[in-house]
């Protein structure tokens, strides 16, 4: 049988110290003597008063971390405009935001500030407003926005001098320099590659990079810069829900007659991890997913030695991860690539999905039963369900799992990434005439689900985006599936390749997802061709309360 299989790889000077306060940055016009006009001869222009001066925009929104531009016009008293003049920009507090000799205000703290630009001892201000940033994580952009052209990343960090450079692209282009905040404090302007020196060295930081387009368009990314290991605070989770990545080969039994673990896995030896990437830190993140999944199936999954422990082993031959639900203890998967560089964390958490979701419910679980060339549009939709839904929990809660912002940073932007892979997936299923499909023929080399499952996850998060919540929502997806029993087995007919067996698949993930937003689903699905029995689906969805 053809396998599903996703990795998703991560995002493959001069600078000064700010002091609080009132601070004049820039430089005045150099002077010199000169010959007194004739009162024949006019004056130099730019020797004219200055009149007036208006600073543009007046007012100027940011959040904390976030750059803009101002820019001052100097007008004499005919109104003329006076060009080449020197412009002097202050910051009434500093606290809040700095600007720079060039205008540029850097936003370092909620509050409103006034910035001051003068101009031959006349002035102009703008007003300042600075919000905390926002603190939710979603996919709405991957899913229905404009993918970034802007994609930078930590080239080398060295520990000893806090010598950092960042290379990185933009393929709109843009005139305009970038802007920095280096998460330090600090501010520059400049192109790639990008250098600056940090002064303490002992932690890590997220730089954002702001690109400026034609207009008032723009954009940024957060990049990740580490020195050192994550400063995790470690929170509670429970001891039979750990996840281990073993220095020694466990041995995996099946419990699935038939199944067996592929030859040749490994265990993952010390040369994967370092100082900037603990195991043990892996491990936790892992472990905090892993009470996260449960969650989802309100731990309604098979008991594997009294708990769920899972492992994760090395396979190196196999270029991506996959999921091993069957074995005990309950393990995945993953190429040595996974944990060299920035893990790849979405991809983990879907193999997890399907250690869970194929575990559950415990008294019938559907691994071992929906197998076969028609599982994809329950196991795979659910698997990209679940890792979305992992990442926004712990990303926009990552306070409450102990995860630093380098750390939450590397997982939302594993997890965009897998998002885009989602919104790519589904816009082809569109642009191909929506050819629905449950059955992947192992006579032909492509997969002829793909799409289908794809748009079944994508419709499920487009939805979770709207109620700015994964959890609740999934959590009754599966509580409807935890009710699969034999007669949903018997209609499910994972060895049949027709059209009743085709059109209960579709309408009991319709169903499902319908009921874990309460909301009827079926014009939607309908719309993209999903085939639908209205009283198999009254059926599943009145079957909880």
Same mark, same amino acid.
């Given at each position: 049988?053809?396998?599903?299989?996703?990795?998703?790889?991560?995002?493959?000077?001069?600078?000064?110290?700010?002091?609080?306060?009132?601070?004049?940055?820039?430089?005045?016009?150099?002077?010199?003597?000169?010959?007194?006009?004739?009162?024949?001869?006019?004056?130099?222009?730019?020797?004219?008063?200055?009149?007036?001066? @208006?600073?543009?925009?007046?007012? *100027?929104?940011?959040?904390?971390?976030?750059?803009?531009?101002?820019?001052?016009?100097?007008?004499?008293?005919?109104?003329?405009?006076?060009?080449?003049?020197?412009? #002097?920009? @202050?910051?009434?507090?500093?606290?809040?935001?700095?600007?720079?000799?060039?205008? *540029?205000?850097?936003?370092?703290?909620?509050?409103?500030?006034? #910035?001051?630009?003068? #101009?031959?001892?006349?002035?102009?201000?703008?007003?300042?407003?600075?919000?905390?940033?926002?603190?939710?994580?979603?996919?709405?952009?991957?899913?229905?926005?404009?993918?970034?052209?802007?994609?930078?990343?930590?080239?080398?960090?060295?520990?000893?001098?806090?010598?950092?450079?960042?290379?990185?692209?933009?393929?709109?282009?843009?005139?305009?320099?970038?802007?920095?905040?280096?998460?330090?404090?600090?501010?520059?302007?400049?192109?790639?590659?990008?250098?600056?020196?940090?002064?303490?060295?002992?932690?890590?930081?997220?730089?954002?990079?702001?690109?400026?387009?034609?207009?008032?368009?723009?954009?940024?990314?957060? #990049?990740?810069?580490?020195?050192?290991?994550?400063?995790?605070?470690? /929170?509670?989770?429970?001891?039979?829900?750990?996840?281990?990545?073993?220095?020694?080969?466990?041995?995996?039994?099946?419990?699935?007659?038939?199944?067996?673990?592929?030859?040749?896995?490994?265990?993952?030896?010390?040369?994967?991890?370092?100082?900037?990437?603990?195991?043990?830190?892996?491990?936790?993140?892992?472990?905090? @997913?892993?009470?996260?999944?449960?969650?989802?199936?309100?731990?309604?999954?098979?008991?594997?030695?009294?708990?769920?422990?899972?492992?994760?082993?090395?396979?190196?031959?196999?270029?991506?991860?996959?999921?091993?639900?069957?074995?005990?203890?309950?393990?995945?998967?993953?190429?040595?690539?996974?944990?060299?560089?920035?893990?790849?964390?979405?991809?983990?958490?879907?193999?997890?999905?399907?250690?869970?979701? *194929?575990?559950?419910?415990?008294?019938?679980?559907?691994?071992?039963?929906?197998?076969?060339?028609?599982?994809?549009?329950?196991?795979?939709?659910?698997?990209?369900?679940?890792?979305?839904?992992?990442?926004?929990?712990?990303?926009?809660?990552?306070?409450?799992?102990?995860?630093?912002?380098?750390?939450?940073?590397?997982?939302?932007?594993?997890?965009?990434?897998?998002?885009?892979?989602?919104?790519?997936?589904?816009?082809?299923?569109?642009?191909?005439?929506?050819?629905?499909?449950?059955?992947?023929?192992?006579?032909?080399?492509?997969?002829?689900?793909?799409?289908?499952?794809?748009?079944? /996850?994508?419709?499920?998060?487009?939805?979770?985006?709207?109620?700015?919540?994964?959890?609740?929502?999934?959590?009754?997806?599966?509580?409807?599936?935890?009710?699969?029993?034999?007669?949903?087995?018997?209609?499910?007919?994972?060895?049949?390749?027709?059209?009743?067996?085709?059109?209960?698949?579709?309408?009991?993930?319709?169903?499902?997802?319908?009921?874990?937003?309460?909301?009827?689903?079926?014009?939607?699905?309908?719309?993209?061709?999903?085939?639908?029995?209205?009283?198999?689906?009254?059926?599943?969805?009145?079957?909880?309360?």
């Amino acid at each position: 049988m053809k396998q599903h299989r996703f990795a998703h790889a991560g995002l493959a000077r001069t600078s000064r110290r700010i002091a609080a306060g009132w601070l004049l940055v820039g430089a005045t016009a150099c002077s010199r003597d000169v010959a007194a006009p004739s009162t024949t001869t006019p004056p130099d222009s730019t020797a004219a008063a200055v009149a007036s001066v @208006a600073v543009t925009p007046s007012t *100027l929104s940011l959040t904390v971390s976030e750059t803009g531009q101002l820019s001052a016009l100097a007008k004499d008293q005919a109104g003329n405009t006076l060009a080449g003049r020197t412009v #002097v920009w @202050a910051s009434r507090d500093t606290t809040i935001a700095t600007v720079t000799s060039g205008g *540029l205000v850097a936003a370092r703290a909620p509050g409103s500030v006034a #910035v001051v630009g003068t #101009v031959g001892g006349k002035s102009d201000s703008a007003v300042v407003s600075v919000a905390a940033q926002a603190l939710a994580f979603n996919f709405t952009r991957e899913l229905l926005g404009t993918s970034r052209s802007l994609s930078a990343a930590e080239q080398s960090a060295d520990p000893v001098s806090g010598l950092v450079t960042i290379e990185g692209g933009d393929t709109r282009q843009p005139a305009t320099p970038f802007s920095i905040a280096w998460g330090d404090g600090d501010y520059t302007s400049g192109w790639f590659p990008m250098t600056h020196t940090y002064r303490d060295a002992a932690k890590n930081y997220v730089v954002r990079i702001t690109a400026y387009y034609s207009g008032t368009s723009t954009d940024y990314t957060d #990049v990740p810069v580490r020195f050192v290991a994550p400063q995790i605070s470690p /929170a509670a989770y429970p001891a039979s829900l750990a996840v281990s990545i073993p220095t020694q080969l466990p041995v995996l039994t099946s419990r699935e007659p038939g199944y067996l673990p592929p030859p040749g896995l490994v265990a993952f030896d010390d040369s994967y991890f370092g100082a900037v990437l603990p195991r043990a830190d892996v491990e936790y993140v892992l472990s905090q @997913a892993a009470a996260v999944e449960a969650g989802i199936v309100e731990n309604d999954m098979e008991s594997v030695d009294g708990g769920f422990r899972q492992v994760v082993l090395r396979d190196p031959v196999n270029g991506g991860a996959y999921s091993l639900w069957f074995t005990s203890p309950v393990a995945f998967g993953a190429n040595g690539a996974y944990f060299q560089g920035t893990p790849g964390w979405s991809s983990l958490f879907h193999e997890m999905g399907h250690n869970f979701s *194929l575990n559950a419910p415990a008294a019938f679980r559907l691994g071992g039963r929906i197998d076969g060339c028609a599982n994809a549009i329950v196991s795979e939709a659910l698997a990209q369900m679940f890792q979305h839904a992992v990442a926004f929990e712990l990303v926009n809660n990552a306070t409450r799992y102990g995860l630093p912002a380098d750390l939450a940073l590397d997982i939302a932007n594993s997890a965009r990434a897998s998002a885009g892979v989602v919104r790519a997936a589904y816009d082809a299923y569109l642009s191909r005439g929506k050819p629905f499909s449950t059955w992947n023929d192992p006579a032909t080399p492509g997969d002829e689900t793909f799409g289908t499952f794809m748009t079944v /996850a994508r419709q499920f998060m487009v939805h979770a985006e709207q109620a700015q919540s994964y959890l609740a929502p999934l959590t009754r997806v599966m509580r409807l599936l935890r009710r699969f029993d034999q007669a949903m087995l018997d209609a499910y007919a994972p060895q049949a390749n027709d059209a009743a067996a085709s059109t209960f698949r579709a309408t009991l993930m319709v169903a499902a997802v319908s009921y874990g937003f309460r909301q009827d689903l079926r014009a939607e699905f309908r719309a993209l061709n999903f085939p639908i029995d209205d009283a198999t689906f009254t059926t599943l969805y009145g079957s909880l309360p």
